[in-house]
């Protein structure tokens, strides 16, 4: 017998079926949704069945009838007895094998895909080492691990992520397009809400698994001042000024936006058409800004009780001048010492940096860099 599916236009000549109600040999119909179904062959009558029609969205052929979940009616789903003819012994048996090779078939794309998640595993861990595992699924994780992913994809672009258990809120100012930022949200996606059945279908991934997820992920970018300008330059075209132009040059303002990086750009400058795929598009073009030079790494603090390096030069003893007399020494490894009669020249010397220190070893003097010695030479006497 022909397994086939087929469109349906209405249930003459059906019966709902329970599944102690089926005998062996009986052909069933099984309607997946409204207009779809499978024939069903019963290889072995009886009410002990479990879901395994769900894990094949339904499109099941020739299968033990235990392997189905009975489906009410609602939404045009059911199991249905035809006024087709018994099968005979031997569609009976290609039934059985056929379902034995189902099961078969189910266990070996579960072990591939178990295979493929452990690689997929191992990659990640070694592509992402510097984010931090998730010790559980929620917004909150998926977060702090976004606000990593944006300092090093997108420097200098400062973003706000804000998070709860279910969902993580990413707001910002110009710099990237929503498209550019949702490569690295969609990787923290925790599923999706079906709007046909109202219901939050969720879906697991090994990215989620490691470095967390959430049901929600919203994206916010704020450039109002460049849709500003590209709305004015439109405008500026346009031959009515009205209600209907103004809101038309706004979306389209809104639009080119949409898709423009505006990383590292100054003012608004023109409106040109490029030749796109036999069409034509308008793109902005913005000022060129340099980029942001990095920062400098930080000198880590000392924590306690780590080993201080020391300035081991000896310093220099009290030394006596005649009056109205000024010398330069070595006061350190990196530094030198102004002494004597400087009250004369203190201003000179504050101005160009010299630090007073009434606590030297050689008397009060002022402190200067050593390599900036030759600067105040001159005032040595």
């Not at 998926?142 to 706000?160: C, D, H, Q, Y």
């Not at 706004?250 to 898709?259: C, H």
């Not at 010492?337 to 606590?359: H, M, S, V």
Request: charged share 30%; hydrophobic share 35%.
């Amino acid at each position: 017998m022909q397994t086939t599916k087929m469109m349906i236009l209405g249930r003459e000549g059906l019966t709902e079926i329970k599944p102690n109600a089926a005998e062996v040999g009986d052909v069933l119909q099984y309607e997946s949704g409204p207009g779809s179904m499978s024939f069903l062959i019963v290889t072995a009558a009886g009410a002990d069945y479990c879901q395994a029609c769900e894990r094949c969205g339904g499109y099941l052929h020739r299968v033990d009838f235990r392997t189905l979940r009975h489906i009410s009616e609602k939404f045009g789903i059911g199991i249905y007895k035809t006024d087709r003819p018994k099968a005979s012994e031997e569609e009976i048996e290609e039934a059985k094998a056929g379902n034995l090779k189902f099961i078969a078939d189910g266990k070996a794309a579960e072990e591939k895909d178990a295979k493929e998640a452990a690689a997929e595993k191992v990659r990640l861990l070694i592509k992402y080492d510097f984010l931090e595992r998730a010790e559980s699924r929620g917004g909150v994780a998926a977060a702090k691990n976004m606000r990593t992913l944006f300092k090093r994809e997108f420097p200098g672009i400062k973003f706000s992520v804000r998070s709860d258990y279910s969902s993580v809120n990413i707001g910002w100012d110009n710099g990237p397009t929503v498209e550019a930022v949702e490569k690295i949200t969609n990787n923290f996606s925790g599923g999706h809400f079906n709007g046909m059945e109202d219901i939050y279908e969720y879906s697991s991934s090994v990215f989620g698994n490691l470095f967390g997820s959430a049901q929600y992920v919203f994206t916010s970018r704020g450039a109002k001042e460049a849709t500003d300008a590209i709305k004015a330059a439109i405008m500026e075209n346009q031959a009515a000024d009205n209600y209907d132009s103004q809101e038309s040059a706004r979306r389209e303002a809104w639009e080119i936006v949409g898709k423009t990086d505006l990383t590292n750009k100054g003012a608004f400058i023109r409106i040109e058409y490029v030749d796109k795929e036999n069409s034509c598009e308008k793109i902005a073009i913005f000022e060129e800004l340099p980029a942001p030079a990095p920062k400098k790494a930080t000198t880590p603090r000392r924590s306690a009780g780590s080993a201080k390096t020391t300035d081991t030069t000896p310093r220099p003893e009290p030394v006596e001048l005649e009056a109205g007399q000024v010398r330069i020494i070595d006061y350190s490894a990196k530094a030198c010492a102004i002494i004597g009669d400087t009250k004369p020249i203190k201003d000179a010397l504050k101005e160009r940096g010299a630090r007073f220190n009434f606590r030297l070893s050689c008397g009060p003097g002022w402190i200067i860099p050593k390599k900036r010695r030759a600067d105040f030479e001159e005032f040595a006497a």
